[in-house]
Structures are given as structure tokens and as C-alpha cells.
């Protein structure tokens, strides 16, 4: 199956490794670790045109999306 992040992208939902909520008020210092690594390292995708929602971690890609955690996770 395919889930749509928003802004003409799709993924295969077997490649989906976490879908992180980034409109929490708690996250934890590893991932906040891990988002600045990837985003150095060039792995991140931004496809909010303002504040994303939701990062989306695939077996190749890190995408921000504009879409909720929760909307993600009902597709």
C-alpha cells in the first residue's frame, strides 16, 4: 500500500520505519539527535511550506510532512 505525506509525495507503507509527532511538547533528546543528524547529512525532505506536522522516517528518506501524526496513521 502507499501513504501520501503531502505535496505530491507517496511511500510504500512497507518502508515506513516511524512517524514522529512534531506538534508534541515532549521529544525525546535521541530523536531531536537524530533529526539533526539526518537533516545534516542530507537524508531530510521538507514538504511543509511552513511549520511541519510530522516527520516521517523511511528505510532511505526522512520527510517533514504537513500532515498530522494521526492523520498519517489512519491512512
Given amino acids: 500500500m502507499f501513504l501520501h505525506l503531502g505535496g505530491d509525495k507517496v511511500v510504500l507503507t512497507r518502508e515506513l ?30 514538504l511543509a511550506e511552513k511549520d511541519p506536522k510530522s516527520c516521517v522516517i523511511t528505510d532511505r528518506d526522512v520527510y517533514m510532512s504537513p500532515i498530522s501524526s494521526v492523520t498519517l496513521k489512519n491512512r
Avoid at 25 to 45: D, N, Q, R
Fill in 17 to 46: 520505519i516511524a512517524i514522529i509527532n512534531l506538534e508534541s511538547p515532549v521529544i525525546a533528546p535521541s530523536t531531536k539527535e537524530f533529526m539533526k543528524v539526518a537533516e545534516e547529512e542530507g537524508f531530510v525532505t521538507s
